[in-house]
């Protein structure tokens, strides 16, 4: 069974610091991974996904995360905060094959407030 | 472009009643999921129909029920609302069930008095 750990309910940047949001998870097969980001009163929106090849993968607005094995982990990072990132952002595991093939796992998500 | 609309986007219930979530979407995904969001929870996934005519139970379905109508659309039923079933209620839609990244609709906020 899949599972998603997110550390840290509320993480506070200032305006052009580093963001890095955490992920950890438990996946019995390679898992797929994704990063969703939430606006007030909106859906979710994919930020980008991991599924096979290159670990360090890019998304939209600036954001990149890294697939570590070895640490079974996630994060999420971007070089400079701004204004716009302040958002909830969610991670999510899903394995491509066994019994809950394709289902999505959440974390709780991390709420970033973003200061100026 | 409209991609995944709920409707409607609020709803006040009294407990009891009865109400259907509609879902649509215009991108001819062939999977469609109900989750909701409750504060400190994350999305809990209620039901998933991974191709049109079939439908499965996800994690907490307990009170709810669903109908895949067509490709299209996607609805989810609570038959007699309970003050615990107030929630954010999304439906996503996804190109195939392996994986595919999902696309959200704005959401439907329930409260059951």
């Known amino acids: 069974a899949q599972s998603v750990t997110q550390l840290g309910s509320h993480v506070s940047v200032s305006e052009g610091a580093l963001v890095l949001l955490r992920c950890n998870y438990s996946?019995?097969?390679?898992?797929?991974l994704f990063w969703y980001v939430q606006y007030p009163n909106q859906g979710l929106q994919l930020l980008l996904k991991?599924?096979?090849?290159?670990?360090l993968v890019k998304g939209i607005n600036g954001f990149e995360a890294e697939f570590k094995k070895s640490e079974t982990s996630f994060h999420l990072t971007k070089p400079s905060a701004h204004m716009s990132d302040a958002a909830e952002y969610f991670c999510?595991?899903?394995?491509?094959?066994?019994?809950?093939?394709?289902?999505?796992?959440f974390g709780k998500g991390t709420k970033l407030s973003v200061k100026p | 472009n409209a991609g995944v609309t709920q409707t409607p986007k609020f709803q006040v219930l009294k407990t009891g009643q009865s109400m259907t979530l509609q879902c649509a979407q215009d991108?001819?995904?062939?999977?469609m999921y109900w989750y909701r969001q409750d504060p400190g929870m994350g999305l809990r996934l209620i039901y998933y129909?991974?191709?049109?005519?079939?439908?499965d139970k996800g994690e907490v379905p307990n009170g709810y029920n669903v109908s895949r109508l067509n490709k299209r659309e996607f609805s989810l039923r609570l038959e007699s609302a309970a003050p615990s079933q107030t929630s954010v209620y999304f439906c996503?839609?996804?190109?195939?069930?392996?994986?595919?990244?999902?696309?959200f609709g704005d959401g439907t906020r329930l409260s059951i008095l």
């Open positions: 129909s991974a191709s049109e005519g079939t439908t």
């Open positions: 996946s019995s097969v390679p898992p797929y």
């Open positions: 999510a595991v899903s394995a491509p094959y066994g019994g809950s093939q394709g289902n999505l796992i």
């Open positions: 991108m001819n995904h062939n999977s």
């Open positions: 991991y599924t096979t090849g290159a670990t």
């Open positions: 996503a839609s996804s190109e195939s069930y392996s994986n595919q990244p999902q696309h």
